[in-house]
């Protein structure tokens, strides 16, 4: 087996629509799971919201910065994540690093990204994060009270095309009760990495 796609085995993508829980169930397993896991940290030309700091929850960058990356080839995947205008983006260099610390990686990325990692690491685990129905959804986000009215819209609108990907994934959680989500995703990594 050549040594990229043995490396790809201890790539964990995580995706799932704005506002389902992905951040809060990460926090919790990372804490948890007693494994060497460490999170890729995605440039964004999103603005940051109160309580995020620069290099810890985003690289955050303007569309010069982000453009130039891009075209320098820095990264793995990025997408304009809710239509035109704000782009996400996984750096090749957080999981060339990552991986080759011997840390498992994780990408909490959108679908268009995990279909794109997919296809150059064919041994990622996939794990989409379902909420228990669309009204939930609604509520968490509104919860969350990060969101325009506008973006909110957007969010939602992209929520319902990204569930209909949700059987691409090789695992589906729905994040009903947080402490059940929690296990079962520490079960899932468990079992697919037990040979390391
Ligand atoms: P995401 O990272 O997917 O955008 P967040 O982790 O920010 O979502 O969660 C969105 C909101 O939903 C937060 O206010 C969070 O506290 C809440 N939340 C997450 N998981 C649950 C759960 N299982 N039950 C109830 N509320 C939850
Ligand atoms: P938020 O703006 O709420 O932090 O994230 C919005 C969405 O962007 C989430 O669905 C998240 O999975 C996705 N996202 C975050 N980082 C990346 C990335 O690097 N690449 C891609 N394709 N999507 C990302």
Redesign the pocket.
């Known amino acids: 087996m050549s040594k990229k796609v043995e490396l790809s085995s201890r790539l964990l993508v995580v995706s799932?629509?704005?506002?389902?829980?992905?951040?809060?169930?990460?926090?919790r397993v990372f804490l948890e799971s007693g494994l060497p896991l460490v999170m890729s940290v995605s440039a964004t030309t999103r603005l940051p919201r109160p309580n995020e700091k620069d290099g810890i929850h985003y690289r955050f960058m303007t569309n010069e910065q982000f453009q130039s990356k891009k075209n320098a080839g820095e990264f793995l995947e990025c997408f304009e994540v809710f239509g035109k205008g704000t782009w996400y983006g996984t750096l090749r260099s957080d999981v060339e690093n990552g991986l080759a610390d011997g840390n498992f990686v994780v990408l909490?990325i959108d679908v268009k990204g995990a279909n794109e990692i997919k296809k150059q690491f064919p041994k990622a685990i996939t794990i989409f994060?379902k909420p228990p129905d669309n009204e939930?959804l609604k509520e968490?986000?509104q919860?969350?009270g990060?969101e325009t009215d506008e973006a909110m819209k957007n969010r939602l609108k992209t929520a319902i095309e990204e569930l209909n990907h949700a059987n691409e994934f090789q695992f589906c959680i729905v994040?009903?009760?947080?402490d059940n989500?929690v296990k079962q995703f520490i079960g899932i990594i468990n079992n697919s990495t037990e040979n390391f």
């Open positions: 799932g629509p704005s506002g389902v829980g992905k951040g809060t169930l990460l926090k909490e994060v939930t968490r986000l919860g969350r990060t994040n009903d009760d947080l989500a």
